[in-house]
């Protein structure tokens, strides 16, 4: 084998490595469960982590963690390992998770099954959930569903986040009985992305 075949092998086994190369073939396995050819990007994982709000000690819950950009910027931004908690479906992107990212509790599940799925110790003491999922491309009974089940684990008040590439809100806020503000947007991330934060309506 010449230098350049190995060179080229080697650029081929890096690239197989790579998370954006991983998230594209999973993408390419599940169109709609990731709604994006592309992971997020480095600014969109940043505005996530920034508008993170909750008390020390808490857990942190992110749903569809992908291959784990707004992840890494949560733990950049001082989340402790131990108190995140990444849920993701994809079981390739849920082993490439426990690989990168050591300490953090990765957990392969369906995003509806949280509570079922969460650690016990966490519950009752999630201060913040970051949901990545294409919330607005889920059949109405399974969006309320999941939106029922990240409110539950807040403490009363405490908003969701949410990030979307959608121009509007990615929910009928009013319908599902929840108001919305998008507290983010940026125009480095392919397509643009804004950051919102849902609670449930004021009585």
């Known amino acids: 084998m010449t230098a350049e075949q190995r060179s080229s092998l080697a650029r081929l086994h890096r690239r197989r490595r790579s998370p954006a190369w991983l998230f594209f073939r999973r993408f390419l396995a599940h169109p709609l469960r990731l709604a994006s050819v592309l992971e997020s990007s480095s600014a969109l ?10 008390d020390p000690g808490d857990y942190v819950v992110e749903l569809g963690a992908g291959t784990g950009p707004v992840t890494r910027a949560l733990l950049a931004a001082g989340v402790p390992p131990e108190r995140l908690i990444a849920v993701e479906i994809d079981s390739e992107m849920a082993a490439f998770l426990r690989q990168s990212l050591p300490g953090v509790t990765v957990i392969e599940s369906d995003a509806l099954a949280l509570e079922q799925a969460l650690p016990r110790e966490s519950l009752g003491r999630v201060g913040a959930v970051v949901c990545g999922l294409p919330v607005s491309l889920l059949p109405a009974a399974q969006r309320g569903e999941l ?5 539950s684990l807040l403490p009363p008040g405490r908003p969701f986040l949410a990030y979307t590439h959608r121009l509007t809100s990615p929910l009928p806020a009013a319908e599902l009985g929840l108001e919305g503000e998008r507290r983010a947007f940026t125009l480095l991330n392919l397509p643009p992305a804004s950051v919102w934060a849902f609670r449930p309506l004021s009585r």
């Open 45 to 54: 994982s940043r505005l996530v982590a920034a508008e993170l709000s909750c």
């Open 147 to 151: 939106i029922g089940a990240m409110l």
